[in-house]
């Protein structure tokens, strides 16, 4: 059985709902918004990282090249992985060195 | 070919879960499952081709590429690069017959781009798939999915492009096709080929070494392209962007990821070179063109996403 779970993201105030059997940037996609930048949508490329403030949730596999066991234990993790079990909050922040270049450029097609 | 260099020979991919990347390239991209190893990896083959793998998966906590391989046309050759390669100033590696199942010896050393590239001179003749070698039929009836003609080229992302110009050119017998020059005429792009296809393998500038960008599948038609946008959507593949046309070699193409994050292309057509055809050039400032010939902007996830 699938739930469906609300997505928070914190930094712009967007919601949007997460069925447990899709990823939270799937969700993003399906629903129109706008918050965490699209790239391979296969936990490789490291451009959908978010930090998530609250909630449960499962991964699947991420290159440990974006996400170590530290950073995924704190909620650094790949918004293409993530799968919700709870309502979840997150935030979106381009990484430093990624800043200027993809922040709102790589959109939902 | 003038130093013996005579193809793309295999690429090794690292990816997160193997059997779902085995699922993609069996049945998604088309290609044949011909061995496995005791590390896990697993092995496969386009149709067309005659030699026993030209991709190589291999399970991994990190996406990206291996190496790519290109293969020579005898051991003397291979003796000559590797003399060739040592007195340029680029260290040479020695991975014996065997480690990949059914290749020969190779030479591997790393592109001043920070790409790793091998060469070899032997591999398991299995001829082409599903067909005979005499009276062949047109192609095998049980191919599946995109049905992938053969492993054609990989672009990758790096720094150092005149270096590994070049290595390519002056040591390998590489030509440059097709290139993108700044406005200070700095290139940042190069189209290398070693036969008279539009590229057997491509560098795009990047600061950061060693980034691979996509490997490349060859189809027959534009039909064929547009088949495979088909299976992407189907299959709920991620895809980047296409089906289109590149001003660049103006291959018609579309791009999408495997499961792991590592970027396939799919094309058909594109131009093709002789020995006294010039370098085509494009500037720096019509790069949306040339990189998508119909939108002619440049969709910044094609630039900056990579393993
Ligand atoms: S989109 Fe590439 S890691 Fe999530």
Not at chain 2, 234 to 248: A, C, E, K, Q, V
Request: with cysteine; hydrophobic share 35%; aromatic share 10%.
């Amino acid at each position: 059985m699938t739930d469906t779970f609300e997505m928070t993201e914190l930094v712009r105030g967007l919601r949007f709902n997460c069925a447990s059997d899709h990823s939270l940037l799937k969700a993003m996609e399906l629903a129109g918004k706008r918050c965490i930048p699209v790239g391979c949508r296969g936990g490789g490329c490291g451009l959908c990282k978010v930090q998530v403030v609250s909630g449960e949730f499962s991964c699947g596999p991420m290159s440990k090249k974006h996400v170590d066991e530290a950073s995924r234990r704190c909620g650094r993790v790949l918004a293409c992985r993530v799968y919700p079990r709870s309502d979840l909050s997150f935030e979106y922040r381009p990484a430093p060195e990624l800043a200027g270049t993809n922040n709102n450029s790589n959109e939902v097609m | 070919m003038r130093k013996g260099v005579m193809r793309p020979g295999h690429v090794q991919i690292r990816v997160l879960d193997a059997e779902a990347a085995l699922k993609h390239y069996r049945d998604l991209v088309g290609l044949i499952e011909t061995d496995r190893d005791e590390q896990g990896r697993i092995y496969l083959k386009a149709w067309t081709e005659v030699d026993k793998f030209s991709l190589v998966l291999n399970p991994s906590d990190e996406p990206g590429m291996d190496f790519m391989g290109f293969k020579v046309v005898d051991e003397a050759t291979l003796v000559q690069l590797e003399q060739d390669l040592l007195a340029w100033g680029c260290p040479v590696e020695h991975i014996p017959a065997g480690e990949l199942r059914g290749c020969g010896r190779r030479i591997r050393f790393v592109a001043p781009s920070g790409h790793t590239f091998e060469l070899y001179a032997e591999k398991e003749y299995t001829g082409k798939w599903g067909v005979t070698e005499v009276n062949p039929e047109a192609w095998p009836m049980d191919l599946k999915g995109m049905r992938a003609v053969r492993f054609d080229h990989c672009l990758m992302y790096g720094d150092e492009l005149a270096a590994t110009y070049d290595l390519f050119v002056n040591v390998l017998g590489f030509y440059l096709a097709e290139q993108v020059l700044d406005e200070n005429g700095d290139r940042i792009a190069q189209f290398l080929s070693i036969s008279t296809k539009a590229h057997d393998v491509a560098f795009i500038m990047h600061p950061e070494k060693g980034k691979f960008h996509h490997a490349s599948f060859f189809l027959e038609t534009w039909e064929d392209v547009l088949r495979a946008a088909d299976l992407i959507s189907m299959t709920d593949t991620s895809i980047d962007i296409g089906p289109t046309r590149h001003g660049l070699t103006h291959g018609k193409t579309i791009y999408f990821f495997d499961p792991s994050g590592n970027r396939n292309e799919v094309f058909c057509g594109g131009d093709y070179n002789y020995p006294d055809h010039k370098p085509v050039t494009w500037a720096a400032e019509q790069l949306g063109k040339a990189i998508f010939y119909h939108d002619r902007q440049l969709n910044e996830r094609f630039l900056t996403v990579l393993t």
